[in-house]
């Protein structure tokens, strides 16, 4: 699995625009970027996911360098219920289909008044 | 909506027990995943199943085994239960791209 380097905690005023960036500069170039939240004693939640290009879903948008070493989650106006543990996967295949996920340790994002 | 249930939110189990713990997906999905989060150390895969009675090992399966009769239901067994399996404990399944997560089961082993 290729493995990815996020930053432990980042901070973001309410209304702002939250950069939450990624490293994962071994990525195949068959394999995805996913992006997965947790909010407080919940389960992790699916945001969005890419292999080449810029994603956008009504949650969040994923920019991907050309390179594909690395890529930004974008939440365009955050507010306090986008406080959670954010974390970056990189999607490696296994046997039978599906998706296999390594999670890291992810981004703590506090979104503050 | 995709239903992804737990049998308990918190359990406590003493030494030596032998501990299940169930997961219920209503979605027909075909892989399902057993996780376990620690602080620092994040989500760590524990075993995965792509079918019916078909089973992998994930990055931590010591000390547990997987059942999987149907497909709608995907148990962890805690053979003998010991403090360092004290975890939270995240079932999930998928059909393509999206895992959907069930809400953790809080285990304490004492």
């Known amino acids: 699995d290729a493995k990815t380097t996020q930053p432990t905690s980042m901070d973001c005023a309410e209304g702002r625009a939250a950069n939450l960036p990624c490293n994962h500069s071994?990525?195949?170039?068959?394999?995805?970027v996913y992006w997965y939240r947790q909010i407080h004693s919940q389960g992790p939640q699916y945001i969005i996911h890419?292999?080449?290009n810029n994603e956008t879903n009504e949650m969040a948008s994923l920019i991907i360098t050309e390179d594909r070493k690395s890529s930004t989650l974008i939440l365009p106006h955050a507010t306090l219920r986008d406080t959670a543990v954010y974390y970056c996967?990189?999607?490696?295949?296994?046997?039978?289909?599906?998706?296999?996920?390594?999670f890291g340790t992810g981004t703590q994002l506090k979104v503050e008044l | 909506d995709v239903k992804v249930t737990q049998s308990s939110r918190y359990l406590v189990k003493r030494t030596g027990e032998k501990v299940f713990l169930e997961c219920v997906q209503d979605?027909?999905?075909?892989?399902m995943f057993w996780y376990r989060q620690d602080p620092g150390l994040g989500l760590r895969l524990i075993y995965f199943?792509?079918?019916?009675?078909?089973?992998e090992k994930g990055d931590i399966p010591e000390g547990y085994s997987v059942s999987r009769e149907k497909k709608e239901r995907f148990s962890l067994i805690l053979e003998s239960a010991s403090t360092n399996q004290t975890s939270m404990y995240l079932c999930?399944?998928?059909?393509?791209?999206?895992?959907?997560f069930g809400p953790g089961t809080r285990l304490t082993v004492t």
């Open positions: 996967i990189v999607r490696s295949p296994f046997t039978g289909g599906g998706n296999k996920l390594t």
């Open positions: 979605m027909d999905h075909e892989n």
């Open positions: 890419g292999l080449k």
């Open positions: 999930a399944s998928t059909l393509g791209y999206e895992q959907y």
């Open positions: 199943s792509y079918d019916v009675k078909m089973k």
């Open positions: 071994t990525i195949s170039g068959n394999e995805y």
